[in-house]
């Protein structure tokens, strides 16, 4: 597990709880070596990218197991492609870069972040 820095050089901070999220779900946006999807972009979600990503084959809306569904306005670590793949399509929800982990800036620059960030 990799916890470290986040995209601006400072602490990785939580994402969310409540949802639990994370690759680890310990509402971090770390990755490791088992985190295929690199899961480190903490986004604010919202429904335009909900379905967005249902779209793409990535319910993250309908509950199951152990996840609870997602609605407007929960926090989530989302893929880094996935979230970039969504700022090309003009749907990529707002994110929270003291909780984006630093891995972030090899799909996307910190420029395109910025353009979506909002406070912790």
């Known amino acids: 597990?990799?916890?470290g820095k986040n995209v601006l050089g400072g602490t990785l901070e939580v994402?969310?709880?409540s949802p639990m999220t994370g690759y680890y779900?310990?509402?971090?946006?770390?990755t490791g070596a088992g985190d295929v999807g690199i899961h480190?972009?903490?986004a604010q979600v919202t429904q335009?990218?909900?379905e967005f990503s249902r779209s793409r084959g990535n319910d993250l809306i309908t509950p199951r197991s152990n996840f609870p569904g997602l609605k407007p306005g929960d926090r989530w670590c989302l893929?880094?492609?996935r979230w970039k793949e969504a700022?090309?399509?003009?749907?990529a929800?707002?994110?929270v870069l003291e909780s984006t982990h630093a891995a972030a800036i090899e799909y996307m620059s910190l420029s395109e972040l910025k353009q979506h960030a909002i406070a912790p």
């Open 48 to 50: 335009e990218f909900l």
């Open 25 to 30: 779900r310990d509402g971090v946006c770390s």
């Open 40 to 42: 480190v972009v903490c």
């Open 1 to 3: 597990m990799t916890s």
């Open 79 to 81: 893929c880094a492609s």
């Open 15 to 17: 994402c969310c709880t």
């Open 87 to 91: 700022f090309d399509a003009g749907v």
């Open 93 to 95: 929800p707002p994110v």
